[in-house]
């Protein structure tokens, strides 16, 4: 079990140095610490809420503890599965709600969800309109590894609570491939690669809940298998492509970028990593919208509503951003610290601790679950592209954001960090551009339309 200043496993520099071993990048914590109320409270309990929520404001990352819920792979060239649980403590969303009712958080089962909904996120992110009246046609394609035998089933749980329409393969609404496009020859199932899944799926409904989603799980978590199911997904007609992984750079990054994620007319959106400053592979590839990660609050002293700060957990565990030692800097990309590719490009919630609630039941407890990590972020920036329509189909929709700098479609995040290094704004927010976040978040549709 760790803490919210964790000590993380194994070094970055011992991770990096296995660079055949990708990482998945998702972070998970579970929500059994799901919110429970009794009565109205006293004075003394209003006051108490009151005054944990405003210390909730101020350090926007509540305290919780989490444990680590999948185990190292043991073949070379697959990614570290590691997603993280709540086992105790109270999440952001856990607070808000208990100051708003006067009494204090307590924790209860996992049958009520403790992260943010599709509500908060839309609203955070300026998507109510669009979110009610957009994305019908449209096909969000979600790039996973093994199979999760419950995917269907659990989105529609999720789907169901929220009150968003049925997504299913009779109503033809939700699809799922394997890499070669089979819908009866899928790969064997794995529990961890299931929440990943899972919270894919969730993040894709919340933001663009009228969009079809596609699901194309890869035979394993290399990346020759993941690449090829971007390209099973875009042959099968997706527009948006999510990757919620990533690993080490490589020479062979070049190649990899021509043969899997070169699309024009196609939004492919790719988690930044969890693990603090330092540049990884797919997020480097100049085809694709890299996702940094924020800590998302609510904050009724704004006009918005929302305040975000870079998410930062330990010296290790946060947002991912840098500079990446192979791959070509894109023409939009335009600033000085890195002679090469820049991450990231824009961001969106990924603090577990102020993070987003799921539906899971495959090789855990049937339960609600709050998950963070970039693997949050990556799914919902693709559903903000989704919501903007189809792109062009010379476009390389990663360079939308860059003609919309520093305008109110985006918001600006402005504080926090994600360790350091020699170029400040490679790892500290600022106001511009910055690695940690990039240009920001959505404030609506317009950053991301062609």
């Keep these: 079990m760790r803490t919210s200043t964790p000590t993380a496993p194994h070094s970055r520099r011992s991770i990096r140095a296995l660079r055949g071993n990708w990482r998945r990048i998702a972070t998970a914590a579970t929500a059994t610490a799901a919110l429970a109320f009794t009565g109205l409270g006293s004075a003394a309990q209003a006051d108490a809420a009151a005054s944990t929520q405003a210390a909730a404001t101020k350090t926007a990352t509540p305290n919780v503890t989490w444990s680590r819920a999948c185990s190292t ?153 993941l690449g090829k199911s971007v390209n099973e997904a875009v042959t099968l007609g997706a527009k948006y492509v999510s990757n919620s992984y990533g690993g080490s750079e490589s020479s062979s990054d070049s190649t990899y970028d021509t043969s899997y994620f070169k699309h024009p007319g196609v939004a492919i959106t790719v988690s930044a990593g969890d693990s603090g400053y330092g540049a990884e592979y797919p997020a480097a590839s100049q085809y694709v919208t890299a996702v940094g990660g924020t800590a998302l609050s609510k904050a009724t002293s704004t006009t918005r509503g929302w305040s975000e700060t870079v998410w930062k957990t330990s010296s290790s565990e946060g947002t991912g951003s840098g500079c990446s030692s192979y791959d070509t800097k894109p023409s939009w990309q335009t600033d000085t610290g890195c002679t090469k590719r820049t991450i990231a490009d824009v961001s969106a919630v990924a603090d577990p601790a102020t993070g987003v609630s799921v539906y899971d039941s495959y090789g855990v407890t049937a339960g609600w679950y709050t998950f963070g990590g970039t693997s949050a972020s990556s799914p919902i920036i693709a559903g903000v592209y989704a919501l903007a329509g189809t792109p062009s189909s010379s476009s390389y929709p990663a360079k939308f954001p860059y003609t919309a700098a520093g305008t109110s479609a985006l918001n600006d995040v402005t504080s926090g960090n994600n360790g350091s290094c020699s170029s400040s704004y490679l790892c500290t927010a600022k106001s511009g551009y910055d690695g940690p976040t990039g240009w920001g978040t959505p404030e609506g549709t317009t950053a991301f339309t062609g």
């Design 73 to 225: 792979p043991s073949k070379a060239g697959e990614m570290a599965c590691k997603a993280l649980r709540v086992t105790g403590g109270t999440t952001a969303f856990q607070i808000q709600k208990a100051a708003a009712k006067g009494v204090s958080p307590k924790a209860a089962d996992a049958t009520t969800p403790s992260g943010y909904g599709p509500t908060d996120l839309q609203s955070a992110y300026g998507l109510t309109s669009a979110a009610a009246s957009n994305g019908s046609g449209e096909t969000i394609a979600i790039v996973d590894a093994y199979n999760d035998p419950n995917a269907e089933a659990d989105l529609a749980k999720y789907r169901s609570y929220y009150g968003l329409s049925a997504c299913t393969t009779a109503n033809g609404c939700f699809k799922k491939v394997g890499q070669t496009g089979s819908t009866t020859s899928l790969p064997s199932s794995d529990a961890g690669w299931s929440e990943e899944i899972s919270l894919d799926l969730d993040m894709a409904s919340a933001v663009c809940p009228n969009c079809n989603i596609l699901l194309v799980e890869a035979t394993s978590a290399t990346m020759a298998n």
